[in-house]
């Protein structure tokens, strides 16, 4: 198992329409290794031990592996895995081999400021993506993002910000500041924000409305985000943030 670089796995992302045209008489595994197969939530046990959570019910055991990569910090991540073919109930719970992993920059929410948000936030222009890695699940937001980049050495800042709305707590805004790096190529990156602290309805269930302001102007998005039910994952010591943004 190696940890992959998270630029090679989005470039990956990339192109994944074109391999899979391209491979589908193609005998070469090494395509397939390069491509993730999964976003997923590394969450780890008291014991040093971990589990992968796939979806809302599904779990991912790796064989592989005794210990998390990332440690006690509970993280989004990109992987690639081979099933061994050993399924509890309901194909619910499956037995992997990890292949690579790699985190994503994973985040909490923070409160809006309101007048001030431009300020302490930034307001510069981003687009999000809608492919298979923007989803909500697991209690997440995990969104591909793409935006200008000119300088490499610039760690370009993206928050989530809540209490945007007094009605309605899960109306969120995603908020980029470039740092003044607002020229450049055009590059892709992901992250992921833990909504499980959001107030809690009765079926666990909420529609988050989603606010940005992109390269033409603002947009709104909508997702059926499915809470934890034990309402674990808003421990702010065990987030991991990593990569290129911040």
């Keep these: 198992m190696r940890r992959k670089s998270l630029l090679s796995a989005i470039i990956a992302i990339g192109t994944l329409s074109m391999t899979l045209q391209s491979c589908l008489n193609d005998d070469d595994d090494n395509i397939d290794m390069s491509l993730p197969t999964a976003l997923v939530t590394v969450r780890p046990n008291p014991d040093g031990s971990f589990i992968m959570q796939l979806d ?9 592996l005794t210990k998390s990569p990332f440690g006690t910090k509970e ?4 992987v690639n895995y081979t099933e061994n073919g050993n399924h509890g109930p309901n194909d619910l719970v499956r037995n992997v081999r990890v292949n ?10 923070v409160k809006s400021l309101g007048e001030d948000n431009n300020i302490k936030f930034g307001n ?3 687009e999000i993506i809608n492919d298979w890695v923007t989803v909500a699940e697991d209690g997440y937001l995990t969104l591909r993002i793409r935006t200008l980049w000119g300088n490499t050495d ?8 809540a209490d945007t709305n007094p009605d ?6 995603i908020r980029h500041d470039a740092q003044g790096d607002a020229a450049g190529h055009w590059g892709d990156a992901l992250i992921a924000f833990n909504l499980n602290g959001l107030p809690r309805p009765d079926d666990d269930k909420a529609t988050i409305t989603l606010k940005w302001k992109s390269f033409t102007g603002s947009k709104t998005a909508e997702f059926k ?3 934890r039910p034990d309402g674990r994952g808003i421990d702010t010591d065990n987030i991991l943030y990593t990569n290129s943004l911040k």
């Design 100 to 109: 690579w992993i790699d985190s994503i920059c994973t985040k909490l929410p």
């Design 56 to 64: 809302n019910v599904t779990q991912l055991i790796p064989d592989n």
């Design 75 to 78: 993280v989004r991540a990109l």
């Design 225 to 227: 985000l499915q809470m």
């Design 154 to 161: 610039t760690h370009h800042i993206i928050n989530l910000l």
């Design 168 to 173: 309605n707590p899960y109306e969120l805004e």
């Design 124 to 126: 510069d222009p981003i």
